[in-house]
């Protein structure tokens, strides 16, 4: 079955820098969407970054770009997060998540996986 498993949340100051992985298993990993989340308590989730594998396209909200970055690991099946420029409005739980199958657009298909998060603090 489709398993998706975050690491690599944790605190850090704003201004700072963290990576977030996700171990992806059981679907296809190359032909399939794949993005990153958040979501903030009394908050519906938010779409971050996301990525079609091959041939590599990301596209990311306005709210992230220039700041954050999604990549992967094919050969190891990892999806990052590298956030730089961290700011106290970044702080969420992460959600890394999976669509199978191709899509129009990564940005606006409805995933039907997610992990189950892992908990980023910026402090200011």
């Known amino acids: 079955q489709v398993q998706l498993v975050e690491s690599g949340g944790g605190s850090v100051q704003a201004g700072g820098t963290l990576t977030l992985s996700c171990a992806a298993s059981g679907f296809a990993f190359r032909g399939s969407c794949m993005g990153w989340f958040r979501q903030v308590p009394g908050k519906e989730r938010e779409g971050v970054a996301y990525v079609w594998p091959f041939p590599m396209e990301t596209s990311y909200e306005d709210s992230v770009k220039g700041r954050f970055t999604i990549s992967l690991d094919d050969r190891r099946q990892i999806l990052y997060l590298h956030m730089n420029s961290l700011k106290s409005e970044d702080t969420a739980i992460y959600f890394c998540?999976?669509?199978?199958?191709?899509?129009?657009?990564?940005?606006?298909?409805?995933?039907?996986?997610y992990g189950q998060g892992t908990q980023v603090t910026v402090s200011s």
């Open positions: 998540a999976a669509n199978e199958g191709w899509a129009p657009s990564c940005a606006t298909v409805t995933y039907g996986y």
